[in-house]
């Protein structure tokens, strides 16, 4: 299956705080072929700003990476970095 990163509209959020992650389930005990649903959701208007299908194997990376990317750039730096990313592979 290809993972890919959607964009539903080009913003940036005041700052990388506003921006919550949300993704279904604990992975590691899934059905190998279970697809998880990672999402970013911009917390002024709780619209999902970027969003994956992932195998669930790979979520918890995927949620590890971007929780730290959260933390650590800036907003428009983070909306950047992981607009091109399609795939958990390129994490």
Known sequence: MASSARR??????????EDRLRADGPGRLAAPDRVDHIEV???DDFEVVLFWDVHARDTGRMEAAL???LERLEADEFLARWAAVDSADEV
């Open 67 to 69: 929780r730290a990317d």
């Open 41 to 43: 959701v911009g917390l």
């Open 8 to 17: 539903r509209r080009a913003r940036s959020s005041r700052h990388e705080s």
